[in-house]
């Protein structure tokens, strides 16, 4: 079954927190990826990973800072984010990012305020 | 890059009744088509997609038809149900590179 698990669910932090988003699949999947969703708009895309390997950075601003421990882990850090920082943050995974393996498995997200 | 462009952005049908949302595509190279359904605080759920060898395929009342020639595609639900209300988006890939890209959304409200 296809299953994305992201925590925590909510999280609200000053601008000169530091924070981690955490997100797990176990389907054995080698992509991953990070989106920001503000209401009312379609995901964009941040980051892509594939093969545990930075494959795509959007121009994110550095205060968001991606790692991928290994195929089954994905983090954001947060550092010193803006009020517009405040969105859904999704994770998604695929069994590759290219080719024919293509269909992104979306996890519940979290739902980011930044005071 | 891809553009991709989803029209109506709002939709209200009766139970019962059938509901389109159409998506333009503007690189010709993309090959890969999927459609997702967001409930309000919910993940956006896969639920329907296309690749570009095929200009049609359906799983029970829901059908995607893809045009390459014009490079449009169109999510047709039929037998709506209250159940179906939600935002749906439309996207586009080249499989040989590593971006999706969505959709503006389309916000169903189906009435009972």
Redesign the interface.
């Known amino acids: 079954d296809t299953e994305v698990t992201q925590t925590p669910k909510h999280l609200v932090m000053g601008m000169t927190n530091k924070k981690s988003l955490k997100c797990e699949q176990h389907m054995g999947h080698r992509a991953m990826y990070w989106y920001k969703q503000k209401a009312k708009k379609p995901p964009e895309l941040m980051f892509v990973y594939s093969y545990e390997k930075l494959s795509i950075n959007e121009s994110v601003p550095s205060r968001f800072s991606p790692e991928c421990p290994n195929s089954s882990l994905l983090n954001l850090h947060l550092h010193a984010l803006q009020p517009e920082d405040s969105a859904l943050y999704l994770c998604a995974s695929s069994q590759d990012a290219q080719g024919l393996n293509l269909p992104q498995h979306f996890g519940d997200g979290t739902r980011l305020s930044i005071l | 890059g891809e553009n991709v462009e989803q029209h109506p952005s709002t939709l209200s049908v009766q139970e019962g009744d059938s509901a389109v949302i159409k998506c333009t595509y503007s690189d010709s190279a993309s090959n ?1 088509f ?1 459609w ?1 359904k967001q409930e309000l605080g ?5 639920i329907i ?1 296309i690749r570009s060898n095929v200009g049609e395929k359906k799983d029970q009342r829901i059908a995607v038809t893809l045009n390459k020639t014009a490079k449009h595609f169109s999510l047709h639900i039929t037998e709506t149900q209250p159940e179906d209300s939600a ?1 749906y ?1 439309c996207a586009g ?1 080249n ?6 890209v ?4 389309t916000r169903l409200l189906v009435s009972p």
């Open positions: 890969y999927p997702y919910k993940r956006p759920q896969l997609d935002v988006f890939q499989t040989g590179f590593q971006k999706l969505f959709g503006t959304g």
